[in-house]
């Protein structure tokens, strides 16, 4: 059964101040002076956040120089780096494409991801973007989407994940992608339909179940393949201790929040003090999950620069998102941090680096990831 959205009230962000633009740096970042940035992005300071405080996370332990004991049966995920059931430890993630126009509003399930993406999906209607939601425990599902297409993007980024992708068609431009060994496992289109009272494109969703009978019909593998990539996706820090990205390094800037340059849907997010999260706001409201009320948000936050070719009339386009060197951003408790990043091949994982050369930790928990085109970098404000 479709599910009503109660709104809340979402406080705004008051009386921006004093508006830096940092200068650009050159692709060696050790070679920049202290104070400069990676290239072009704004900072505002602001006096008050005034976000409405909801737990939604439960609370990892307090760092301490005590190592963690994992409970029995349990592992620490190789999406979030936190413990979970060691049952679904060699269960592949799904990666499924949520349409975010807001004609699709409410969304449902999107708490459950454990990384979600966001990206310009089409050069038209104001830049519009899509989500994609990477979830490990997909049988904890009981309506996720609505499901829309995918574009070429998106096909390569699931395949860091070894993840199956989930969407319903998409450009021609997919047809080379998804005849690739590595990329042959999705299912397109064959999720359940909700009678929500929208247009059919929009009432498509992953429900209880669906997961279990398309992997078995497709014979689809629901465990890892020979494409996986081993180990944790990320350099989580060790669970129960948390990096402090001031303290750790000269270059950082505080960062309560950052507003992106996706005009259509006004993406932004704000950090919350209290729960120590950055909560996610689109179309001028906070974001909450129409399946249990709760905001969508993430431990970390990472911006990633990256160019982009359209692929034709239609605003198609694919990100360059396989290369090296170029900017990115990393955000953790109100503190940001530059760095570049690198993605060496088709199934590789996209990795980030400090200007030390050396791989960027990250905290333990959900993570949220921006590809913003280059040609809008510089409009990417943090607060």
């Not at 070679?31 to 900072?43: A, I, L, P, Q, R």
């Not at 089409?122 to 609505?146: A, F, H, P, Y």
């Not at 060496?344 to 928990?365: A, M």
Request: aromatic residues 12%; glycine residues 6%.
């Amino acid at each position: 059964m479709f599910r009503t959205y109660g709104k809340r009230a979402v406080a705004t962000i008051l009386s921006a101040a004093m508006l830096v633009t940092m200068a650009a740096c050159g692709s060696d970042s050790a070679d920049v002076d202290n104070g400069e940035s990676s290239g072009g992005v704004n900072f505002e300071s602001i006096t008050d956040t005034a976000t409405e405080s909801t737990t939604t996370e439960e609370a990892a332990p307090a760092d301490t120089d005590e190592p963690y004991v994992l409970p029995e049966g349990m592992y620490f995920s190789e999406l979030t780096g936190e413990p979970i059931s060691e049952d679904i430890k060699d269960q592949r993630p799904i990666a499924a494409m949520v349409d975010n126009e807001i004609t699709a509003l409410p969304h449902f399930d999107t708490t459950k991801a454990d990384v979600v993406y966001e990206m310009m999906n089409s050069t038209k209607n104001d830049r519009i973007t899509r989500l994609m939601c990477v979830v490990k425990d997909w049988g904890s599902i009981e309506q996720l989407g609505s499901i829309r297409s995918t574009r070429p993007t998106n096909i390569l980024l699931a395949s860091e994940w070894n993840a199956i992708l989930c969407h319903d068609g998409g450009p021609y431009h997919n047809d080379a992608y998804f005849a690739k060994d590595w990329a042959k496992d999705h299912l397109s289109g064959v999720f359940s339909r909700v009678d929500n009272g929208k247009s059919k494109e929009f009432t498509e969703y992953i429900l209880s179940g669906d997961m279990e009978s398309n992997i078995e019909k497709y014979n689809i593998s629901p465990t890892y393949n020979q494409f996986a990539n081993e180990g944790s996706h990320f350099n989580f820090v060790e669970y129960g201790k948390e990096i402090k990205l001031d303290e750790k390094y000269d270059r950082s800037y505080t960062a309560n929040g950052v507003v992106l340059p996706f005009t259509h849907n006004s993406s932004k997010l704000v950090y919350n003090s209290e729960t120590g999260m950055y909560e996610y706001y689109e179309y001028g409201d906070q974001y909450f999950d129409a399946s249990n009320e709760k905001p969508l948000t993430f431990k970390n936050v990472i911006i990633q620069k990256c160019s982009f070719n359209q692929l034709d009339d239609n605003g198609y386009l694919i990100y360059n998102c396989i290369g090296s060197g170029e900017y990115a951003w990393y955000l953790t408790n109100g503190v940001a941090k530059d760095c570049t990043w690198a993605k060496t091949s088709e199934t590789g994982v996209t990795k980030f680096y400090d200007e030390n050369g050396e791989e960027l930790q990250i905290n333990t928990g959900k993570t949220y990831i921006a590809l913003v085109p280059d040609d809008t970098w510089d409009k990417v404000i943090f607060e």
